[in-house]
């Protein structure tokens, strides 16, 4: 990947939604630079670090960086990095998000790197943060997560911070594959355990109902697991079928029945009932399906959750619509793999998914819109017959 040069301005004074926007000018930045080179951290003491290592300045602009980082945005040396912020070094998506650069736009509250700079800076010490950040890579979009150590620095009077950068992303994907197959269907096996415990004549019709929209939902998660995995490793073919679209969302809300039986739904189609798609109908079923389990979790009764089909010129739209609001801080981040608001471990995979299956397989569009007096709304788009 190589990297995406900004000519970013010298800022005095700016506005910022979170991080201050001034920067020192490159003559400043290259003797910051030779200043690090001489003294207690070296290039190669730099090259040694098995971690992504940056050193930075008190305006969190690279003065110097080890191989790691070079390799990743694809730098020859570091005078491709120099000067930069450490999301324009590695094209984070909300680097330009505001014209003070890295860490001034509104997403950037929620950076664990970010944080973890400022909090060193500001307390003088070590400082630990697990840093969610997408990546514009040459195949599209590129989820990464690290875990982030920023350590402060004085050298010669001056403020700098060493900041490690460790890629947990095969970790914390390991962790989502345990959780799916030790919780989902360990506890399904469980159930089926009880039911075949119980006499002929206690097989409640409702316990076997129970029992099939578990069966389901975990044959459900395994299926999307393995989907997203292959989505992200390029290896993903969509299965273009024919299939009525009443029946799929009829279909997904029997099965969240089963694991909200406390929630009411409602479904309005708009659509004739024999209305038939030609797409990949698995890769639909879980986008609708993960917005529609987000939208419950995030719901009490006797709150109702909507899904509302409609059709206009070949494009289906499928809005999934609960009362809570979806607060600023959650808004940012809703489309990050592994951000979760659960309480319990969660992970991250709902809307992360259904955006990546609707736009980069389905042809369509994944947005929502959340305001506190009319609630949070999400929206699948996507042509009715998938070229």
């Not at 984070?92 to 997403?107: K, L, N, V």
């Not at 097989?203 to 299926?223: F, K, M, N, P």
């Not at 079923?285 to 009764?301: C, P």
Request: aromatic share 6%; net charge negative.
């Amino acid at each position: 990947m190589n990297t995406h040069m900004v000519d970013w301005p010298v800022i005095r004074n700016a506005d910022t939604q979170f991080a201050p926007a001034a920067r020192e000018n490159m003559r400043m930045v290259r003797q910051q630079a030779a200043l690090i080179d001489q003294n207690r951290i070296g290039q190669a003491i730099l090259d040694s670090i098995s971690d992504i290592a940056i050193v930075l300045n008190d305006k969190r602009q690279i003065v110097a960086a080890n191989q790691h980082l070079l390799n990743l945005v694809g730098a020859a040396n570091t005078d491709g990095v120099l000067g930069l912020r450490p999301g324009e070094a590695v094209r984070c998506i909300h680097a330009q998000d505001s014209p003070g650069g890295c860490g001034t736009g509104e997403a950037c509250r929620q950076c664990g790197a970010v944080k973890a700079i400022l909090t060193s800076l500001l307390t003088e010490k070590t400082v630990e943060r697990e840093a969610l950040i997408t990546i514009r890579g040459e195949k599209g979009s590129l989820p990464l997560e690290f875990h982030t150590k920023a350590n402060f620095l004085s050298v010669a009077g001056q403020r700098f911070v060493l900041l490690l950068l460790n890629d947990i992303s095969d970790k914390k994907r390991k962790l989502v594959a345990d959780r799916i197959i030790f919780g989902e269907v360990l506890s399904t096996l469980a159930e089926i355990t009880e039911v075949l415990g119980q006499r002929q004549d206690e097989l409640a019709y409702s316990l076997l109902q129970r029992l099939r929209g578990r069966s389901v939902y975990a044959t459900a998660q395994l299926c999307l697991y393995r989907d997203i995995s292959l989505a992200e490793a390029g290896r993903l073919t969509p299965d273009i079928t024919a299939f009525n679209l009443s029946e799929l969302v009829n279909g997904v809300l029997e099965s969240a029945s089963a694991r909200f039986p406390e929630i009411p739904m409602k479904l309005e189609l708009n659509v004739p009932n024999t209305l038939t798609l030609d797409t990949d109908r698995l890769l639909l079923w879980h986008s609708i399906s993960n917005l529609f389990t987000n939208a419950l979790e995030a719901s009490e009764a006797p709150d109702t959750v909507d899904i509302n089909v409609s059709s206009q010129d070949q494009q289906i739209r499928i809005s999934v619509h609960s009362n809570p609001p979806m607060p600023r801080a959650v808004q940012s981040q809703i489309f990050v793999r592994s951000f979760t608001t659960k309480k319990q471990p969660g992970r991250g995979l709902g809307t992360y998914s259904a955006r990546v299956f609707v736009e980069r397989y389905l042809g369509g569009k994944v947005s929502f819109h959340s305001e506190e007096d009319s609630g949070t709304t999400f929206q699948i788009e996507i042509p009715a017959q998938l070229d």
